[in-house]
């Protein structure tokens, strides 16, 4: 009996040794399969990786509004050269951030009557199964005709037709100069629009169509809301339920022009200045600034798409559109981007 007593005690240790081992093995392996389900839909990057390269396309591009639409990439950029030469959009289009397609002349000043040149910074929105394109035209001074108009289309590489026949916005309110403007979805629904030019940011309510603006409570229609050191090209996103304010600051056609954030937990501020976090690198290119930022839908994923000046460019319209990723540290706080050649890994939306 003391024999076979112990002989189950020697099977029972024996067995928990066995169990022990096994959790130590299957622990590792569990959490390697978590952060490969995790990573699924996202580029993974091996040896044999495929990147986007910086610049992302041919061309002189500038201040680059992206959007994802129908699991495609979108960048709607300025065209880069002398105010009068300024008279028409391109758009471009990707399914894998490596691939790119130009959709010539969107619009242009043979459909905006009112617009004549500097046609600049643009900004897309879909609502309700139509695309959005605002704009800047004009470079306006006090008395002029011009400012930030709209147009709509049934898709996102047009054509788009002139919604207004006139600019949405064609005044200069609170010193802001009606250009940059960033069209913002809040999580009430309600639609808001950034803009301004001259160091100052104004923000108003859009009506439902876009064909004009809708009073605050106090019932005023333009709120300013420059923060510290803004020059333009602002910029708003919601992450972990704090408002990322973005903007450009520095004078666009110099090295320095750089971007800057701060965080808010509503979308009027104030505004807690972080810092910058896009500047040039005098190894890779100058005037690094004017960012728009594509989130992956359902992922906690973020890219940064901006211009920046080649090294061996003196030219101020000589700018490219680039693309970085966009990353943040444990407190929330968005890391600084390194400027690349290589750009971001190929990425598509088709299995996220």
């Given at each position: 009996m003391y024999i076979i007593y112990c002989q189950k005690i020697n099977f029972i240790d024996r067995l928990l040794t066995i169990l022990k081992s096994l959790r130590m093995k299957i622990?590792?392996?569990?959490?390697?399969?978590?952060?490969?389900?995790?990573?699924?839909?996202?580029?993974?990057?091996?040896?044999?990786?495929?990147?986007?390269?910086?610049?992302?396309?041919d061309g002189w591009y500038a201040?680059?509004?992206?959007?994802i639409y129908n699991d495609t990439f979108?960048?709607?950029?300025?065209?880069?050269?002398y105010?009068?030469?300024?008279?028409?959009?391109?758009?471009?289009?990707?399914?894998?951030l490596v691939n790119w397609t130009r959709h010539e002349r969107i619009i242009d000043t043979t459909e905006v009557q009112w617009a004549n040149s500097a046609m600049w910074a643009p900004a897309s929105v879909k609502k309700d199964d139509k695309y959005y394109f605002f704009f800047a035209a004009n470079d306006i001074y006090e008395?002029?005709?011009g400012g930030i108009g709209v147009a709509v289309s049934d898709q996102p590489e047009g054509p788009y037709k002139d919604l207004l026949g006139k600019p949405l916005i064609g005044e200069i309110v609170n010193g802001a100069q009606p250009i940059d403007q960033y069209v913002f979805l809040d999580t009430d629904g309600t639609y808001y629009m950034y803009y301004g030019g001259w160091g100052r940011c104004n923000v108003v309510r859009l009506n439902d169509d876009f064909t004009g603006l809708i009073p605050f409570e106090d019932g005023t229609y333009?709120?300013?809301?420059?923060?510290?050191?803004?020059?333009?090209?602002?910029?708003?996103?919601?992450r972990d339920g704090k408002y990322y304010f973005m903007w450009s600051e520095g004078g666009w056609t110099g090295p320095n022009y750089q971007v800057a954030y701060a965080v808010s937990d509503n979308p009027f501020g104030p505004f807690e200045r972080k810092g910058v976090i896009l500047k040039q690198d005098p190894e890779v290119a100058r005037g690094a600034g004017h960012h728009s930022v594509l989130e992956v839908p359902g992922k906690d994923e973020y890219y940064i798409v901006y211009?920046?000046?080649?090294?061996?460019e003196t030219h101020r319209n000589h700018r490219v559109v680039c693309i970085e990723r966009l990353e943040f540290d444990s407190e929330g706080n968005i890391l600084p981007v390194e400027l690349t050649?290589?750009?971001?890994?190929?990425?598509t939306l088709t299995d996220r």
């Open positions: 622990i590792p392996f569990l959490i390697f399969m978590f952060l490969i389900v995790k990573s699924c839909g996202q580029s993974v990057e091996t040896p044999d990786t495929v990147y986007s390269g910086n610049p992302l396309f201040d680059p509004a992206s959007r979108w960048i709607f950029p300025t065209y880069s050269d105010f009068h030469k300024q008279v028409f959009f391109d758009c471009f289009s990707s399914p894998d008395g002029d005709i333009y709120r300013e809301v420059t923060p510290e050191n803004y020059v333009e090209g602002p910029f708003m996103f919601i211009h920046r000046r080649p090294l061996e050649f290589k750009g971001v890994p190929s990425r």
